[in-house]
């Protein structure tokens, strides 16, 4: 890995860049919970236990795009712990990205995966790139998150798959703070295309998904419904690439 072009804040800094293009008035987070310093202390077993639940259309959609480009590589970047990796890509060369705490748990649930410690603050930039590249739900836990966005656009030979919780959808249109304590901010979708755009990307598809994996009854109401709702929309997924 290559060094940041930016300095990377630390979480007792107190620094915030910018709005990152969220709207006037929002009140972010000013501590980053969900960075470790030691195993366990955010992944704690019921967190690992209910992981493979969640953002799981985010790598059906993943793989779905796969099976019709042929990737050679896949990266996730922020892999947790490793599950939805090892389900939906088996089989392929990956390469799992994530906190050095979380390398046990990764090779247990991931033991086909490359797993590389990053430090998801300020993981600088990458000599190697990946066809298909995921980070799911993960800049909204950073208090910076350009670092991270220059390392996915380093790291991104063709796709990208960027996911973060839809805020009007899953908080209400009123919501002016990030009331989860381990989400720093979150974006409403015209927001994130504005952030993601600016960051150096180019939009290929933008879309709402489930957060958490639905049945195929479940499924079907979904399909039918004229209401957008957090169980069924409250996941915001960008398709990008790196802007020529």
Not at 53 to 62: G, H, I, L
Not at 81 to 106: C, I, M, S
Not at 178 to 184: G, P
């Amino acid at each position: 890995m290559g060094k940041s072009s930016r300095p990377c804040p630390r979480a007792d800094d107190g620094r915030m860049p910018d709005r990152y293009c969220i709207k006037d008035g929002y009140v972010p987070q000013t501590t980053a919970h969900s960075l470790e310093a030691a195993p366990g202390a955010y992944w704690q077993p019921w967190r690992v236990q209910q992981a493979s639940k969640y953002q799981f259309d985010v790598y059906q959609s993943a793989r779905q795009m796969a099976d019709a480009t042929g990737p050679r590589s896949v990266a996730d970047v922020g892999c947790g712990t490793g599950w939805k990796l090892n389900h939906f890509f088996r089989g392929y060369r990956v390469v799992a990205f994530d906190q050095p705490t979380l390398a046990e748990v990764v090779h247990r649930h991931a033991p086909g995966a490359e797993f590389r410690p990053i430090d998801l603050a300020c993981p600088g930039t990458s000599d190697e790139s990946f066809d298909l590249v995921i980070c799911a739900d993960v800049i909204e836990h950073l208090l910076d998150p350009d670092p991270c966005m220059e390392f996915l656009r380093s790291l991104t030979g063709r796709f990208c798959f960027l996911s973060t919780p839809e805020r009007d959808i899953v908080r209400g249109a009123d919501c002016m703070g990030s009331v989860k304590d381990v989400h720093v901010r979150e974006w409403n979708a015209a927001e994130f295309a504005r952030y993601v755009s600016s960051r150096g990307f180019e939009i290929l598809r933008h879309e709402l998904l489930p957060p958490a994996r639905l049945d195929d009854a479940e499924h079907a109401l979904r399909a039918q419904s004229p209401l957008q709702t957090r169980a069924w929309h409250g996941c915001q997924l960008v398709v990008c690439r790196p802007a020529m």
